[in-house]
Every structure is written in C-alpha cells, then in structure tokens.
C-alpha cells in the first residue's frame, strides 16, 4: 500500500487563480522521488500540504490509508512526516547534539534516552563527532544539511520531505547529502520525496514527477 496518496487536492491562495489542480499521486516507501516542475509550478505548495502544514482545498492527503484532514496535524508532523529545507531552519542557539534532540524532547522522550539516539543518528549522518557541541553558524553547508537530515530521522518518521536540500550546496556535498537521502529509502525503507531542480538528482532519483499546470504528471 501507498504510504502517502494525494487523492484529487486543490488549493488556493486566492480565489483568483489555484495553484493545485486535482492533482493525484502516490508514493510507496523504500523509494527515491524527485518532485520538479518550474518555478511557481506549486512545489512547495504541494509539500506543505503533503506534511501537513495546511489541509487542501479539497481532495485529501491521505498516510497509510488516512486522510490528514482527520488527524492531529502537530501530531502527525512530529511522529510520521520530516520536513527538511533548503535553509536548513537549524536552531541557532542549540548544539548539533541539541538540534537533533528536539523533536524527541518535544515527545517527552527523556534526555538520556534522546542524547544516545542523537549519537546514533548523528553517526549515520557521518557528522564528525566533534561538531557534537558545535552549534549551527560554526558548521559548513553540508554539515548543516546533515543535521537537518538527523534531526529529520528522529521519531522513526518513514516520510522524509525534502523542498531542495541541496540547492545551496557545492556539488561534492550535494552529491554526499543525495547518497545519503537514497540509502535511507533503499536501505531504511524511507520514502523519501525531493522538490529539486537539480539535473543530477532528477536522473538518479527512482520516480520523478513533475507538477505541471497544477496537475502531477509521472515521467
Ligand atoms: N503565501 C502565498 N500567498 C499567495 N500566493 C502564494 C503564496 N505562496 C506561494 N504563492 C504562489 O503560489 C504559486 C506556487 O508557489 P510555490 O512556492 O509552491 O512554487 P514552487 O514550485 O515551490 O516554486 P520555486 O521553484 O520558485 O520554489 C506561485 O504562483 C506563488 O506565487
Ligand atoms: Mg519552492
């Protein structure tokens, strides 16, 4: 079964123009998807609403069978969906270890419990461990990216969001955050969904579909 499927979404911004026109699709877990379409096509409009962000206009978005419109929308953000961006959105003032902490914390997860966990996940993300009690301003891009990436694998989410986590990458860590995003689906079972404008992505990844005039078309 289709751990995410958009069932004929809409959305509007206003009522002039829809950004998102009964648009459909499903995406299965262990698997790579690369989400492309111009710029303003509705990308990241889609993936808001496929993490739960905001709700369609209408259609549903439904994981594992169940439409986001019925559940606890901070709930299922924080146990079943990881948003990563482009900029990262580390919190400044929080350590590696910290930021990848936080959403377990959030889950009354104690801090021994989540400190072992973040080692862990920090260690699969190959950041060197001693950028542990480094905080954000003090690592590279990909470094960045790479505890996004960790942060984002807390919870045992099996929905990884991702709006073009290597759009500010050279392409050395781009390609490195790229392996890594595609062993997570292959290896983990992730799904995995990448918004990219990224040629080399777009080629790699195992499904692409590109949003065109609102709808999804699969290539
Ligand atoms: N908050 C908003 N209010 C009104 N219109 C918006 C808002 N956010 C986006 N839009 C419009 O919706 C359309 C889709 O925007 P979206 O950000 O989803 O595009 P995108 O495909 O992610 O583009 P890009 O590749 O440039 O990031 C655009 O026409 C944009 O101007
Ligand atoms: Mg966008």
């Known amino acids: ?46 993936l808001s609403l496929m993490a739960g ?31 990563i961006y ?37 260690e699969k993300v190959s950041l060197a461990e001693e950028l542990y009690d480094h905080y954000p301003s003090e690592l590279s891009g990909g470094e960045q990216q790479r505890v996004a990436i960790a942060r984002g694998l807390t919870m045992d989410r099996c929905l990884m969001l991702a709006d073009e986590p290597t759009g500010n990458l050279d392409s050395e860590n781009s390609d490195n955050i790229f392996r890594l995003l595609q062993r997570l689906a292959h290896d983990d079972n992730k799904c995995i969904i990448i918004v990219t404008h990224d040629l080399s992505i777009m080629d790699k990844a195992d499904i692409v579909c590109q949003i065109v005039d609102g709808k999804i078309v699969r290539r």
């Open 86 to 122: 482009q900029d990262f959105e580390l919190f400044p003032l929080l350590t590696v270890l910290e930021n990848i902490m936080y959403p377990m914390q959030l889950n009354g997860i104690s801090e021994k419990e989540a400190k072992k966990e973040a080692m862990r996940l920090a």
């Open 1 to 46: 079964m289709a751990i995410l499927e958009l069932k004929n979404i809409e959305y509007a911004y206003n009522e002039r123009k829809k950004v998102i026109k009964d648009a459909c699709c499903s995406f299965e877990e262990g698997t790579l998807y690369a989400l492309v379409g111009k710029s303003g096509a509705g990308k990241s409009t889609l």
């Open 53 to 83: 962000l905001d709700l369609p206009d209408s259609g549903e978005v439904l994981f594992n069978g169940r439409p986001t419109s019925e559940m606890d929308l901070t709930d299922y953000r924080l146990s079943s969906v990881a948003v």
